[in-house]
């Protein structure tokens, strides 16, 4: 019997050692050399300090900053366990809030939304990517449209003005990935970066 079952042992041990442990370290050590910037995270320093990651969204509230999408992240409840409550931007559960187009709760909360954006900003239209959440709840990008509707909130708040800010929002717009791939997108935390730099 043993005879039989050595030779699956050994395979086990040995697609073990190559796919959990030799493969990814290659990959690893060839990520870190070929895209050393993405392979650490795609990190975000300001004045020496990790403020973010390109890669990862994260709530801005203040009228002064850009906000992202919403997210529907969430994390459990410290009152409650078998509860959550809504954690913006959670890394650690991301996911999209699974509600439908005929849920009461998400066609109150976007109503909510865009009236309160309404106001911000009566004479645009509010942009369909300040109102919806992503499937991660995490991306750190926003359409051109979406930031150039919170110009005048930002411009207000900052005392900028609004032709600094909408050239800000330019410079930071990254076309499609090739000329083909993706849609043209604003990355919210180094226009925020950027935004800062101008206000001194």
Partial sequence: MLREIR???ILLLALTLITGLAYPLAMTAIAGVLFPKQAEGSLIEKDGTVV??????????SDK???GLPSATTAPDPNDSIKTVPAPYNAANSGGSNLGPTSKALNDRIKDDVEKLRSENPSMPV???LVTTSASGLDPDISPE???FQVPRVSRARNLP???????????TEGRLGGVLG???VNVLLLNLALEAAAK
């Fill in 65 to 67: 900053y850009l906000h």
């Fill in 183 to 185: 849609e043209p997108r």
């Fill in 52 to 61: 973010g990651s390109a890669l990862i969204g994260q709530e801005f509230k």
């Fill in 146 to 148: 979406a930031a150039l």
């Fill in 127 to 129: 942009p369909i990517d």
């Fill in 162 to 172: 609004e032709e600094r800010v909408r050239q800000l929002v330019t410079d930071h």
């Fill in 7 to 9: 030779p699956t042992i």
